[in-house]
Every structure is written in C-alpha cells, then in structure tokens.
C-alpha cells in the first residue's frame, strides 16, 4: 500500500459514498434545494482552501498533474515563456510547463532537497512567467526566500504540493504563499481518492479563470453550473461528488496521519543519532514536515549505494523519475505530437529548452548520496525501504536499527 490515506480508508469513506449513490446526484452540481444532494465536491474544496487559510478550492478529476497545468494556463503562462522548477521533482511538475508551450528552465536543489533559492534568482530572465516551487518528500521550500524574489522580480510563484497535503511553514498549510497551490490525491499521498486534485488561490480572478479552464469556461456557481458568457474555451476536469465524498471521509484522518508519521520519524531518527556520519535534510521549519519521508545523508556516494543495496532501498539519484537526469523523455523532448511549443517552437527567439544529464551539479551531488527512507509513503521508485502508515513503534525500531546496522556495517 502506497501512502497514508490509502491504509486507513474505511467506514468514514464508505459512508460518505453511499451517501452520493443514494442521493443519486453523482456530478459536482446538483440542486441547492434537495436535501438529498451533498456538495461532496464543493464541501472538500471549502475544507481544504480553509487549511490551506485561503478562499478558493478547485477539485479536479486530473490529479496533479492537471492541476498544475490549469493553473499555468489560467496564469497566462503560453508559448514563449519560461517556467522555473526543480530538477529534484517528480515529471508531472515538468509535463505541465511543456503542455503549457512554455519552457522548463530546470533549477538546482540545496540541502532542503527543495529549490535553491540563489540558484532561482540567477536563471530569471526577461521570459520567466511563474516560478513552480515544488514542496518535495513532504518539507516545505524556503517560502519566505523563494516568495520574495517572485515578487521582487513581479512573476507569480506556484507551490507544487502534491507531496505535501498536511505540511506547514510558520503554521499555514503549504499552498497559500503564492499566487495558487495545487495537491494531488493519487493513492501514493497524505490523502487519496485514488486519482483528484486541488487547485487553492487567494485570488478570485485565477479561481475564475481556473474553474473556466476546468469546465468548458463556465463561471463557477459551485453548486449548479451557469450558463453565463464564457471567457474562453475550456476543458472537463471535474471532480466526481464520489472523489469528493472520499476525500472528506479521509480529510478527518489527517490529525491522525500527521501526529502518527511524526512520532515514527522520531523513533527512526532517535535510532540513526547514534551514528554521527548520518546527516540530514535540511527542514525549514521542522514544525511543519509533513514526515512522510526521513531524507538520510551519506559522506560519499558510494557509501550511500552500498547501504542502499544492502537494505534494498536506492539512492534518489536513482529515484526513477523524480530527478531530472533520469527523465527520458524529457532529455530526448518527447512529447505527444511532437509539435509546437516548447520544443518545436517556429519562432527561433523562443527558448526550446536544454536538458542533459550532469546540467544540475550542486543537485546531482546531492542525491547521490542520499535516500528516503519511507516514514508513511513506500514507492519502489522513490523510498522502498522503510514504514507504512499502520507500522507501530516496533517496527519502527526494527527498520532503524537495521538502517543504522547497515551504515556501522559500510562505514570503515
Ligand atoms: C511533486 C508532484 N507533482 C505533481 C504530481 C502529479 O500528481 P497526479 O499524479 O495526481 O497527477 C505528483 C504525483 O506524484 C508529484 O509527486
């Protein structure tokens, strides 16, 4: 079982569906006068635009992934623009800017495992549209830094949060510093329902826009759907009240996955503190990880392998593709069409983009001595060693005692 939520669904969602099925309004808009009809959808967009201490939610039937995409668009991000972004991500964030038209401009990583803010600061040009600050393995990003220079510079800064549902910097839920965060609910995060997403935004134009672009460019009514003047043409990603329905029974449990993820990281932590060589990640406000991940830190890379292998895990540099000098079919510019925009651009002024193995030093350095080990998330491509949400005290102790028994083992 791959993240938190997906181990704990029971009666609560099961409810919650049942309740869609017997009301027999199935879609997002429903009328305001039957009892009968439960605005799943429209309640989880309120619940979480409220964590995230900001006025607007937008679910979406396309994770992530979409979510990204449609705020991009709805930012006016197009053709001829650049995105900012971590080379340490998983592609969805990449994927998004290249069907945008727009150009990922791949930035490095620090020791946050998140977006080096100098580093940023240095790859803006007159083309950069957005900044996408992706909030990677459930820590957040240097917001503070990372916000200032987006505004300083007059572009919008979107936070990637899809690994992070339930992080806090300085007390606010991750996705209400910039212009418009956006989370995914696959069954690998804090929360699932097995494929949505969520756009939150402060700002009621980009709600506007983003419902446009979401629903055939419809102005939003949450309940029931308008049939006013369209902006523009838009697409269909709407939420299900079935995902919406989901997603409130296992919102409830998010108390319960935090203070449980955090209290089997101590245990693992308090246990590798034994071997000083271990380093660690970098948390900007470590009151507010998440603590799906323990972000551990060799001396050398391969150290970092050979205790990999030994408790069958793999070092991020090798975590599929989250890191950019693995993803192929960005190095080779694929796309669908193979057409236009970013990487088939007429117009020789644009920026196609430039993507090579070993163009991320400082990032490279860093993953390749390093590795998750899963506190509450067991992907094989990204943490295959290590927790899982129903794992107790003891176990935590047993997979510490063998990471740490493992390091003492490679370390002469
Ligand atoms: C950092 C990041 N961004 C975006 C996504 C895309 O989310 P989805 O799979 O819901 O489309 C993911 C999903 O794994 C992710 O980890």
Known sequence: MPGPGIELIGAEETAEVMEVMQSGYLSRYGPSDDPAFGAKVHRIERTIAELTGVRYGLGLHGG?????????????VGAGDEVIVPGFTYVASISAIVYSGATPVLAEVDETFNLDPVDVEARITSRTAAILVVHMLGAPARINQLKAIADRHGIPLIEDCAQAFGATYEGRGVGGFGAAGTFSFNEFKTITCGDGGMIVTNDETLYERCFAMHDQGHAPDRLESKYAPRPFLGMNLRMTELSG???????????????HLRANK???????????????????????????????????????????ADVGSKTLSESGWHTYSRMNHLLEKRTASGKGCPFDCGDPSHSHGDYRAGMLPQTDALLERSMSIGIGVRDPNLAPFGLRMRDGADEARRVGTLFRDAVIKHRA
């Open 64 to 76: 992530g992934s979409a979510a990204l995409w449609i705020t991009l668009l709805s930012l006016g």
């Open 245 to 259: 329905a989901v997603l409130l029974g296992q919102v409830r449990k998010l108390d319960q996955i935090t203070s």
């Open 266 to 308: 101590a245990i693992v932590k308090d246990i590798l503190e034994e071997v000083p060589i271990i380093d660690y990640r970098t948390l900007t406000d470590p009151e507010g990880d998440l603590a799906t991940h323990l972000v551990v830190l060799l001396p050398n890379a391969e150290m970092a392998r050979e205790v990999a």
